[in-house]
């Protein structure tokens, strides 16, 4: 079995010192998987809308928000401009609730050096791996 293809948008969500900008993305074909033990995937394929300006990397992370100290990890990737980061261009560990339902959260963060420009501090997109696979925006 296949998690479904679910896209969702995410709106950061913006504060006196962080600029606003946007994520979609979509889950693409990644295999469905409930034990516990997740698989190495490709990134699902993001797309950005109003990147601050100046920001030279977004970093995205996927937390589970039942288990926050399990690392699914993610990637910094330096920008160039684009507004689509293709699937697979990294690596993370996919959604694999160990039984019952958990909730997943993609966090981008724009940053330029180490000055955080843009980032989503609540949770904005979520998966809920059950006998169908939702994805809400918050």
């Known amino acids: 079995k296949n998690i479904a293809i679910?896209?969702?948008a995410l709106w950061l969500s913006a504060s006196a010192a962080h600029a606003q900008f946007s994520l979609s993305f979509s889950w693409g074909?990644?295999?469905l998987c409930t034990t516990g033990s997740p698989n190495t995937v490709g990134n699902p394929r993001f797309t950005l809308?109003?990147?601050p300006a100046g920001t030279q990397t977004?970093?995205?992370r996927l937390r589970d928000l039942n288990a926050p100290g399990y690392n699914h990890g993610g990637a910094?990737?330096?920008t160039n401009g684009a507004t689509v980061i293709p699937f697979g261009t990294f690596t993370y560990r996919s959604p694999c609730p160990p039984g019952g339902v958990h909730t997943y959260r993609w966090?981008?963060?724009a940053r330029q050096?180490?000055?955080v420009l843009g980032v989503q501090p609540l949770i904005a997109a979520i998966l809920r791996i059950l006998d169908v696979t939702l994805c809400e925006a918050d």
């Open 76 to 78: 910094r990737l330096t």
């Open 49 to 51: 809308a109003d990147v």
């Open 6 to 8: 679910a896209t969702c």
């Open 113 to 115: 050096g180490r000055t």
């Open 29 to 31: 074909d990644i295999p």
């Open 107 to 109: 966090t981008a963060t």
């Open 58 to 60: 977004i970093e995205f």
